[in-house]
């Protein structure tokens, strides 16, 4: 291949779609639903980023850019997007309401640690929780989703205790893969920004790996970055919920989206396929 930055991307590309197919192949996605979804998304992106400075997109240029034939990039453009709508609330309300619970002193003893909540009938009750950080979602509905998750359980005492710090989808697949599209698309976002951005308005995007560590220290490293993950995250989540903005709902133009992902991999060998 001639264009050397041409080379470069469809490498990086291939490397991505590599765990991708996995998935798909493994949950019973033929490669032409694939497809179809690939032209979708190529018709929409064309649509709403690479229209003309002042001028409204075209179907004639939509085309032109994607390389579909009018009648095709039409088509697409008139399809609905895929849903996942769903998964998608629950994994952001379920985020937020652990969020309340680990930073609002309402919901916390007094020595700063997150309360055994009632259920209902106080102020300090997960059902209050519920309310304030995740609108008008049903409070056992939240909690069956906490549950499942395994970051809540019942005390003794008949309340709801906090066990995780974190909202990890445990059991329901369509919420897991609502992860894969949201992680994964943030990350492939930072590195688009960081391609085309200025020195100085660089988003951060480092990663720490060692291909040549002892299997049997691996374990302990698997706890170690797990401890300090998790301990970095508290603490930034921390600070964003001091600096948020007043009455945040599901209509949050008033703020601004931020995150900070952090993953771990590990593998025997190369990664190079």
């Known amino acids: 291949m001639d264009n050397p930055l041409h080379s470069a991307l469809f490498g990086a590309v291939r490397a991505l779609l590599r765990p991708l197919a996995t998935i798909l192949i493994r949950n019973g996605i033929a490669y032409g639903t694939f497809a179809e979804l690939a032209k979708k998304v190529y018709v929409d ?29 039409k088509r697409l453009h008139e399809l609905p997007s895929a849903g996942g709508a ?20 309402k919901y916390q003893t007094e ?7 009632v259920i209902e009938g106080s102020d300090q009750s997960f059902a209050m929780l519920v309310r304030e950080y995740s609108g008008d979602i049903p409070t056992q509905a939240m909690l069956k989703v906490l549950k499942a998750a395994g970051s809540v359980v019942d005390t003794d005492t008949g309340r709801v205790r906090l ?12 919420d897991k893969l609502h992860i894969l599209g949201t992680d ?12 085309t951005a200025e020195p100085g ?27 300090k993950a998790q301990a970095l995250l508290e603490e930034l989540d921390a600070w964003l919920s001091r600096h948020e903005v007043p009455h945040i709902t599901d209509d ?4 601004q989206y931020v995150s900070l992902g952090i993953y771990y991999s590990e593998h025997q060998g190369s990664k190079e396929k």
């Open 86 to 105: 769903g998964a998608a609330e629950r994994y952001n309300r379920a985020i937020r309401v652990i969020s309340g619970w680990l930073n609002d002193a």
């Open 163 to 174: 066990v995780s710090h974190a909202f990890i989808p445990s059991s329901d697949p369509i």
């Open 111 to 117: 020595a700063g640690a997150p309360a055994d909540l």
């Open 252 to 255: 949050e133009s008033d703020g």
């Open 201 to 227: 308005l660089l988003f951060f995007q480092r990663k720490v790996s060692n291909s040549a560590v002892r299997a049997d220290a691996v374990p302990a490293f698997r706890s170690l970055s797990a401890e």
């Open 184 to 195: 994964v698309a943030e990350l492939v976002a930072t590195i688009d920004h960081n391609l």
């Open 45 to 73: 992106v064309a649509f709403e980023e690479f229209a003309e400075p002042g001028k409204k997109q075209t179907i004639s240029r939509v085309s032109a850019l994607t390389g579909l034939f009018r009648k095709e990039a």
